[in-house]
């Protein structure tokens, strides 16, 4: 997984530079992304293009739209002829009801982005990313009782520390998802406090709190939660192993729906 923190700009070089939410863009363990270039034809529903990872040439890649701005990408070497491979989950855009179309952004080292992106209705914006600490998961959900069949339920983004996963989540809302408040658990460490301040679709910009109710709020990173844009996640709760994640969610409106979280990984190498 490949995730990027972005802001975008807009109004010329001199303007200033915007929140743009958190993409990913790749979902190899040992290889980062060094350029992604793809269009839509169909306003945001698909894409296809190239991209590149460390040490390749460029490789194809087609993306379908799953849940708000999350798209199932395939990338395919060897010629026009060769299979496509499953390349996982992508995080494409982070506006609330307006796909991104467009994407040419190139990195040096893999660690950094820069380019232009397009959403629906508008011409080229600014893109610069660092890329983030938080790990990506591929969310299911599954309503209906335990024998019954589990959804796609978007790609997440949580934690803030790459090296110490998140072993327990703990969190409500009232007032519709914008903010989120509980408890979240790293792994070898007790619960800290969790406040989570939703800044554009199914993103939040977490703090944490630990040493009592009157110790400062940390930064605890850009997390993604939820998949449904303008119904807002209100409830998780989750526990894990250090890889893996389950339990329970609600989103606004509804009762509680089971959640199972699996880390982004695309197993298959190019050899372009």
Known sequence: MTVYNIQNQWGGSSAPWHDG?????????????????????????????????????????RATRVTENCYQAENQWGGNDAPWHDAGLFLLGARDGQNAVAF???SKDGQTVTGTMTYSGEGPIGVKGTKSPG????????????????????????????????????????D?????????????????????????????SVVNQWGGNDAPWH??????LGCRGKQ????????????NLNGTMMYAGEGPIGLALVPSVAKVHATA
């Open 135 to 174: 790990l990506a998961f591929n969310a299911t959900n599954q309503w209906g009782g335990s024998g019954a069949p589990w959804h796609q339920g978007g790609q997440w983004v949580i934690g803030c520390r790459p090296d110490q996963p998140v072993v327990g989540l703990e969190v409500s809302s009232h």
């Open 104 to 106: 040419d952004l190139t």
């Open 219 to 224: 930064p605890g990173g850009e997390w993604v």
């Open 176 to 204: 519709n998802g914008k903010t989120l408040t509980g408890t979240m658990t790293y792994k070898g460490e007790g619960p800290i406090g969790f406040r989570g301040t939703r800044t554009m679709a199914n993103t939040y």
């Open 232 to 243: 807002g996640v209100v409830a998780i709760s989750a526990k894990g192993d250090g890889a």
């Open 21 to 61: 939410g958190v993409l990913n863009i790749g979902n190899r363990a040992d290889q980062l992304p060094t350029a992604l270039h793809i269009q839509s034809g169909d306003g945001g529903l698909s894409f296809t293009g190239t991209m590149t990872y460390q040490g390749e040439g460029p490789i194809g890649l």
